[in-house]
């Protein structure tokens, strides 16, 4: 049974902006290993960020060894057929891809000093412990890590808002996951629809299913995208999404681990611009004229008198037509008018009204 005092419309702050349905969508800017192994790119990557209008740039924090083992077996590889890194040793791809953790401080500080919030998604106990440290303002759960309920549980008791990813899961994973953060006492949770290909088709990304999440866990959602460009990030604010997360590097051409499904600056600050915009275009669930309007509705078409005429006077297509503005009667009534006579002199350009016939 849903708890009565829960709800979908919740909006949960982070680092002091507010997100939710009420407020325009918060856009995270994930680094992962764009970064190429250099620290001057991710500083790069931060200031870039800032200057797109990102809310705030994320981590991943790990090292290859706290994420799995050094270790040849077939189980320790990704399949040949994967679209980015067939056959790879997943300890050699965590190893090119990991935020090396000295890194993080000065990552963090560049991020403050502009205005961009700063935070990761943490891979085990000890990756939650350093970002304390850090006094990150939240915690983001990877897709493969929300099965691990005591990381979830570790990161919620922190009492900051927890950001789970869905790729992959099922409706029952999923709920665990929720109530596993719950259970610490910690309501400030959102739930991101995702696609856990990379890159991931758009026709995979069923969007529809955004506020049946919402209804089901009675948590805001928001959306993780793989997919190229930002059109489906755009459309799923329309499904209800209060965040959208996507990939960032400096450029697609110069390669890197996450790279391919990546955007460039100039994308992500048309994420921030279009997200808003859809935002703003939901308005309100009703149909009518808004107040921005009103001037328009003067210049529908009415009934006016088109030429001098004189009393008793038939009215015919020649002397009233339908034409703009609106302040004579309906074009329909032109039918009930038609051969009736002017009950006085009507010069050329009046509104036509019952009272002259």
């Given amino acids: 049974m849903k708890d009565p005092t829960l709800s979908s419309n919740q909006t949960i702050t982070i680092g002091g902006v507010p997100v939710g349905l009420d407020h325009e969508p918060f856009i ?34 790990y090292t290859a060894d706290t994420i799995t083992i050094d270790h040849d077996g077939p189980d320790f590889r990704l399949s040949e057929d994967h679209p980015l890194w ?37 891979f085990d106990p000890t990756a939650v412990e350093f ?41 029952g994973e999923i709920a665990a996951a929720v109530e596993a953060a719950r259970s610490t006492g910690n309501e400030q949770i ?6 856990a290909n990379y890159p991931a088709d758009p026709a995979a990304s069923n969007l529809r299913g955004i506020p049946v999440m919402s209804d089901t866990f009675r948590v805001p959602v928001g959306l993780s995208d793989h997919t ?11 499904f209800g999404s209060v965040l959208v997360e996507k990939h960032v590097t400096m450029s697609r ?19 921030r611009e279009e997200t808003r915009t859809a935002w703003q275009a939901l308005g309100e669930p009703k149909i009518g004229a808004d107040a921005s309007e009103r001037e328009g ?26 034409i703009r503005p609106s302040l004579g009667l309906p074009p329909d009534t032109f039918a009930q008018l038609e051969g009736k006579t002017f009950t006085h002199d009507v010069a050329r350009g009046t509104a036509m009204s019952w009272d002259l016939v």
């Fill in 190 to 195: 959102i739930v991101l629809s995702c696609t």
């Fill in 131 to 171: 970002l304390e440290s850090l006094e990150v303002p939240a915690y983001k759960i990877a897709s493969s890590e929300i099965v691990d309920l005591p990381l979830i549980r570790c990161a919620a008791a922190t009492g900051k808002p927890i950001i789970i990813s869905t790729g992959m899961a099922s409706v």
């Fill in 297 to 322: 509705l003067r210049f529908r078409r009415s009934l006016y008198v088109v030429a001098d005429v004189k009393a008793g006077d038939p009215v015919t297509a020649d002397n009233v037509r339908s």
């Fill in 86 to 122: 067939g056959g790879r040793r997943l300890y050699d791809l965590y190893e090119e891809a990991h935020t090396p953790w000295e890194w993080h401080a000065p990552i963090f500080d560049l991020a403050k000093e502009l205005g961009l919030l700063a935070f990761s998604s943490p």
């Fill in 253 to 271: 051409e110069a390669g890197g681990v996450d790279s391919d499904f990546s955007l460039e600056p100039h994308e992500l600050k048309a994420l």
């Fill in 28 to 61: 995270i800017a994930e680094m992962s290993g764009n970064h190429d192994g250099s620290l001057d790119k991710a500083l790069e990557i931060v200031r870039a960020a800032a200057d797109a209008g990102a809310h705030a740039i994320k981590l991943q924090t």
């Fill in 228 to 238: 190229m460009g930002i059109g489906a990030a755009v459309a799923s604010v329309a």
